[in-house]
């Protein structure tokens, strides 16, 4: 069974500073990782995924996550906030032979402070 | 772009009461599924469907029911509608093909407050 936990459920940050949001997965499988983002009263929309293709995956809106095999992590990261990325992130896994079926983590808002 | 829409942004029922939720999207995917979202828990899958006609259950499928009738349109149905059914109802669509790695586009959600 597939699983992620976000170790952060919120996190706050200046602008101009850097982002780190963790995540953690379990997979029994080769998994493909994802993060989305969900801005207020909007749907989630794709940030980034890995595929097994290159462990750094650059993302929009310069983002960009590592994947850690040996860690078991997925952890997003931005070298520089900006006030328009406050909105909630959510780290996911899909295993294949199961439909594209998403497990989602529980998700971490970002603040963005002047 | 892909296009997932869904037919109410907000949504008041009262208890007991049967509600549909109807979701269409525009990118022939085979693969269309519904969550729910709430505060702490991220999203959890009600019910998913890889087919016209075909379904499966997620893993918080008490109390819901769905139907897909046609590829392009998926519908979510409250039977009698709880107190604990108030909720965000997101819609995803997806290809096919058994891989891991194709992701799900969203529909904006509707927000269902039963009373």
């Known amino acids: 069974a597939q699983s992620v936990t976000q170790l952060d459920s919120h996190v706050s940050v200046s602008e101009g500073t850097p982002v780190l949001l963790r995540c953690n997965y379990s997979s029994s499988y080769s998994p493909s990782l994802f993060w989305y983002v969900q801005h207020p009263n909007k749907g989630l929309q794709l940030l980034l995924k890995y595929t097994s293709a290159a462990t750094l995956v650059k993302g929009i809106n310069g983002f960009e996550a590592e994947f850690k095999k040996s860690e078991t992590s997925f952890h997003l990261t931005k070298p520089s906030a900006h006030m328009s990325d406050a909105a909630e992130y959510f780290c996911v896994v899909s295993e294949a032979g199961t439909a594209s079926k998403l497990t989602f983590g529980t998700g971490t808002r970002l603040q963005v402070t002047l | 772009d892909v296009k997932v829409t869904q037919s109410s942004r907000y949504l008041v029922k009262r208890t007991g009461e049967k509600v549909f939720l109807e979701c269409v999207q525009d990118m022939d995917h085979e693969n269309m599924f519904w969550y729910r979202q709430d505060p702490g828990l991220g999203l959890r899958l009600i019910y998913f469907s890889y087919d016209v006609k075909m379904k499966e259950k997620g893993d918080i499928p008490e109390g819901y029911s769905v139907s897909r009738e046609k590829k392009e349109r998926f519908s979510l149905i409250l039977e009698s509608a709880s107190t604990n059914q108030t909720s965000m109802y997101l819609c995803?669509?997806?290809?096919?093909?058994?891989?891991?790695?194709?992701?799900?586009?969203f529909g904006p959600g509707t927000r269902l407050t039963v009373l």
């Open positions: 995803a669509s997806g290809l096919a093909g058994g891989v891991s790695y194709n992701e799900q586009f």
